[in-house]
């Protein structure tokens, strides 16, 4: 009888240590994929840019993604910015990249992706169905009658995973500068949970195989499809990469493994003395410079 006491006891303590993982699984999932919605205070007027507000679905959804059209006469070659995890159309320097763009004569498109800014969405996913955001918004250019047909992306952070995953489905990407992307985001689980939940790092990884399972049964999301390195060997040209060497948000050496598995010809520039997405603070002209050369190679008649 006490033998099978024990053995009643075991099973309750295993099974509630099995329930208390699950609901801290579940926990982490809800924690990195509800990110609190915000817009910037800026607009392209504020830059004298010609621009319009705009609206499009995801592709193979219904979902409304809201953005900003910024365009110059005639047709001409378009850059879709996509922002990173918890941020706008607005975030950052963007306008005033937008805005050099134009004067190089390049058309933008800047959108809220889904659960931001003013898009439709409750959820955020890193990358997994922001890929059809992305896909919308080129889908979107594509009928604009402004647009030459040749488009381009410019990613910053998660959004820079995004730009990799997105355009190694649609071959008519025809350019992508990734700005300090992921290169395998159960890399980053552990430091981004900490950051969403306050919970310790340290002791995340030990919910890994629980965060994986509990993200693609409760949200569809599949986290082992999110890893550009893998997703880039798809690109079938060079990209450029852009990467601050003291951003500790997203460490260097992802960029580097997306680098070396990324077509050849394919660049990576390392940044010094700058964070997580300053790049572009730090070295505006340079930064420019460089962009603007990677889109008109990839642009002009080969």
Same mark, same amino acid.
């Given at each position: 009888?006490?033998?099978?006491?024990?053995?009643?006891?075991?099973?309750?303590?295993?099974?509630?240590?099995?329930?208390?993982?699950?609901?801290?699984?579940?926990?982490?999932?809800?924690?990195?994929?509800?990110?609190?919605?915000?817009?910037?205070?800026?607009?392209?007027?504020?830059? =004298?840019?010609?621009?319009?507000?705009?609206?499009?679905?995801?592709?193979?959804?219904?979902?409304?993604?809201? !953005?900003?059209?910024?365009?110059?006469?005639?047709?001409?070659?378009?850059?879709?910015?996509?922002? !990173?995890?918890?941020?706008?159309?607005?975030?950052?320097?963007?306008?005033?990249?937008?805005?050099?763009?134009?004067?190089?004569?390049?058309?933008?498109?800047?959108?809220?992706?889904?659960?931001?800014?003013?898009?439709?969405? =409750?959820?955020?996913?890193?990358?997994?169905?922001?890929?059809?955001?992305?896909?919308?918004?080129?889908?979107?250019?594509?009928?604009?009658?402004?647009?030459?047909?040749?488009?381009?992306?410019?990613?910053?952070?998660?959004?820079?995973?995004?730009?990799?995953? !997105?355009?190694?489905?649609?071959?008519?990407?025809?350019?992508?500068?990734?700005?300090?992307?992921?290169?395998?985001?159960?890399? /980053?689980?552990?430091?981004?949970?900490?950051?969403?939940?306050?919970?310790?790092?340290?002791?995340?990884?030990?919910?890994?195989?629980?965060?994986?399972?509990?993200?693609?049964?409760?949200?569809?999301?599949?986290?082992?499809?999110?890893?550009? =390195?893998?997703?880039?060997?798809?690109?079938?040209?060079?990209?450029? /990469?852009?990467?601050?060497?003291?951003?500790?948000?997203?460490?260097?050496?992802?960029?580097?493994?997306?680098?070396?598995?990324?077509?050849?010809?394919?660049?990576?520039?390392?940044? =010094?003395?700058?964070?997580?997405?300053?790049?572009?603070?730090?070295?505006?002209?340079?930064?420019?410079?460089?962009?603007?050369?990677?889109?008109?190679?990839?642009?002009?008649?080969?």
């Amino acid at each position: 009888m006490i033998l099978l006491n024990w053995r009643v006891i075991a099973l309750f303590v295993t099974l509630l240590i099995c329930c208390l993982y699950g609901l801290l699984a579940a926990f982490v999932v809800n924690g990195v994929s509800t990110v609190e919605r915000w817009q910037s205070d800026i607009h392209p007027r504020d830059f =004298e840019l010609n621009a319009k507000d705009v609206e499009f679905t995801t592709r193979g959804g219904d979902l409304k993604l809201k !953005g900003w059209h910024i365009f110059g006469q005639g047709k001409q070659d378009t850059i879709i910015f996509v922002h !990173g995890h918890g941020g706008d159309r607005g975030v950052g320097s963007s306008l005033d990249i937008a805005a050099k763009l134009w004067d190089q004569g390049f058309n933008s498109l800047l959108f809220d992706l889904r659960g931001s800014g003013l898009s439709e969405g =409750e959820r955020v996913s890193g990358g997994y169905f922001e890929q059809d955001d992305l896909l919308g918004a080129y889908d979107y250019v594509l009928q604009t009658e402004t647009s030459s047909g040749k488009i381009g992306i410019l990613g910053f952070s998660a959004g820079a995973a995004t730009a990799i995953l !997105g355009a190694s489905k649609e071959p008519g990407i025809q350019a992508v500068v990734s700005d300090s992307t992921y290169a395998d985001v159960s890399d /980053l689980i552990s430091q981004e949970v900490a950051l969403a939940t306050s919970m310790p790092e340290w002791i995340v990884p030990v919910f890994a195989p629980g965060i994986n399972i509990a993200a693609e049964v409760m949200h569809g999301i599949k986290l082992d499809e999110m890893v550009p =390195e893998k997703s880039v060997g798809n690109i079938k040209y060079p990209i450029f /990469l852009i990467h601050g060497i003291d951003g500790t948000r997203i460490p260097v050496d992802h960029s580097v493994r997306v680098h070396e598995a990324a077509h050849f010809g394919s660049n990576l520039w390392k940044v =010094e003395n700058a964070g997580h997405v300053m790049s572009f603070q730090n070295n505006p002209e340079e930064y420019i410079s460089r962009v603007v050369s990677y889109y008109q190679k990839r642009f002009s008649p080969s």
